[in-house]
């Protein structure tokens, strides 16, 4: 096992096989975050905090659209079953904020938000050695740049005055969060044979 | 790979020496790992030093929590540390936040401290100091940890030190963007966004302290660690010729050799801090030498002190 993707082919790219489970599991990570801001986002943007949900919604989507197109696809049966593991697990979770059932949904959103965007880092799989040139070399570090720019957002919101009451009960949410986010994501690697223990 | 545990977090920690000997404790500043204290280990070992080397909270190996961080966790871990170490003496050396974290465990829990060294350190938040902060978080929200690092390398090193690797800069940064993250660093830069200064709780430090300050230290000036100086009755401040905040990277021989005599000094009675200001060495093992006598340390040009 590698912690890295490979061995690359002459030309410093990434094996297809590789490059396919990695694109599907961030094109279902990123698609669902961009479906769920879809939904929250309204026909009119009656707040400033709203135009914020539609930069959201449109990164989130420019990233799928990104990894569809530079990933170099292959046949992988196993997709099927792993896809759909993945869909439920960024299925809202229960939250308990006492008092304010309201925050839950944002809430929600803002803690797989961050988890993907944080704790999910697909250029650190990149060896040195990978082409600086290859359209999905470039399209795993746009994705990890973007992510921590999108990142700030649920920063701001889950740090933010109106969920200071509800500290304790976020900061539980959102270690779940990441824990299952990591869990899945290493799994996907171990199946690609890379150890991405931490 | 032996893990501490702080609630229900992991620490990463390393712990070389034999058990009977006096220990240095290193804390890692901001961007760092322990990983980077390799070079002590090894010249602290070879002087009969135990070393203790730890990922802080949100750091390197240690688990990174997703969202808060706050200095008082950070000492807890370094008490934790230090209690696990025995009853032997125990010195302790911090550089920039770490230096930050090693001076509040020094007030908090400085009886159990044989020796402090503060490096590249401060006390309070300048003005200066305040807005860099804020513009180094800015950039690594903009920028991520590469960006970063694309700062503080030139802010904190020499042209002497960069210069042959100006072509091999992005291998310089791999590891440490590797092993940090985004979230994780931004938390860390926002414990301090409730800072308090320290300044008026120095006086209490009473164990032999040397400050190590580089000479053309920019992000933290002499006047930071001047600061240090007064209020530390048993302290030492020590400048490191043409080095800069980063000196530990710099200059990692001749900052053992001065981290080692410190502690020797120490445990044989021979340490007197005086509120002395003294100038490293250029090499380790040479003479340190008392700042020229009349003359305006806090200046960088030679102006005579007004007389009291």
Known sequence: MSAFLGPLDADGRVPQHQQTRVAA?????????????????????????QTELNAQFYRESEIVSLLQRATTWMPDIALGYMAASWETAWLPRPIALTGDRNLAPAVNLATLAHAVHAAIRPAALLPTEASPVDPFVLALRRVEFESGRLLQAQILFLKGPELVPFRDAISAALENRHHEVRRLWREMLASIGIDARE | MPFLSHGSYRIRYELDGPADAPAYVLVNGLTQYAELWAAYRDALLARQFRVATFDLLGQGVSDKPALFINQDGHVAVLHRLISALGDGPVFLSGISFGGLIALRYAIEHGKRLSGLVPMSCFAELSPQLLLIGNALRTGLILGGTGYLQDLLLPMNLSDQWLKPLLNKLDGVKRQGWLVNDVYALQNLMESFLDFHPITSQLSSIAVPTMILNGE??????????????????????????????????????????LLARFAEDVLAGRWKGNKAVLIAP?????????????????????VRRPSP
Request: negative net charge; hydrophobic residues 50%.
């Open chain 1, 25 to 49: 599991f961030l094109i279902s990570a990123h698609g669902a975050l961009a479906r769920q801001f879809a939904l929250a986002l309204p026909l009119r943007i009656e707040a400033a905090w």
């Open chain 2, 216 to 257: 053309f230290d920019f992000l933290t000036p002499r006047s930071l660690h001047e600061t240090l100086r007064v209020e530390i009755p048993d302290s030492a401040l020590v400048i490191i010729p043409e080095a800069y905040h980063a000196f530990t990277l710099e200059k990692g021989a001749l900052t053992a050799d």
């Open chain 2, 282 to 302: 250029g090499e380790p093992g040479g003479e340190l030498s008392p700042f020229p006598a009349g003359y305006d340390h806090l200046r960088a040009i030679p």
